[in-house]
């Protein structure tokens, strides 16, 4: 009987660190560098597909989280997408020519804003609007586009005069 309180002791306290680890990695994923306060600016830019993209993603540069997508909406006037982001005010610094780009982190990743900045002298300030945008690419018209190329062209090239002979 001793040996059987150890298994299950053993197996409680391998349970108990397998939800530690799973408690870590959540508050890992879910920790923000500063939080969408008022602190810092705030910028918009519209997106013809915003794809999974949703409000907290991080706004990068080069790399560097800048800022974090603040909220998401739709513009009828454009027919678009528009994207607000909260943009750290230690960033203040970023051209007015710069152009915004939604990616995924990582082939399961989330997607998040990066922003290539331009060569311009003068600065992004708080409610300005990036005029220059790249939307999503959603996987799924890829994969379409391209079974549709291969199907064109397994059945390209073939005329009723090649059909009947």
């Known amino acids: 009987m001793r040996p059987t309180r150890a298994i299950e002791l ?3 306290l391998f349970v108990l ?3 530690a680890a799973l408690f870590f990695l959540i ?3 879910t ?3 500063f939080g969408l306060g008022e602190t810092g600016y705030r910028l918009t830019a519209s997106f013809e597909q915003v794809g999974g993209l949703k409000a907290g993603a991080p706004v990068s540069m080069s ?3 800048v800022g974090r997508v603040e909220s998401i909406g739709y513009d009828f006037t454009e027919y678009k997408a528009s994207v607000a982001l909260r943009i750290d005010g230690r960033y203040d610094r970023i051209p007015d020519d710069s152009d915004a780009s939604i990616y995924t982190a990582g ?3 989330g997607q998040y804003v990066a922003i290539s900045p331009g060569g311009s002298e003068t600065f992004l300030s708080d409610g300005d609007q990036i005029l220059f945008t790249q939307s999503a690419i959603v996987l ?3 994969v379409s586009k391209f079974l549709f190329s291969k199907a064109a062209e397994a059945g390209g090239g073939k005329t009723e005069e090649t059909d009947q002979k």
């Open 10 to 12: 053993g197996t409680g």
């Open 17 to 19: 660190l397998g939800f």
């Open 27 to 29: 508050t890992q994923i």
């Open 31 to 33: 920790n923000r560098e």
């Open 63 to 65: 790399g560097v989280t």
């Open 107 to 109: 082939l399961l990743g």
């Open 140 to 142: 799924e018209n890829l």
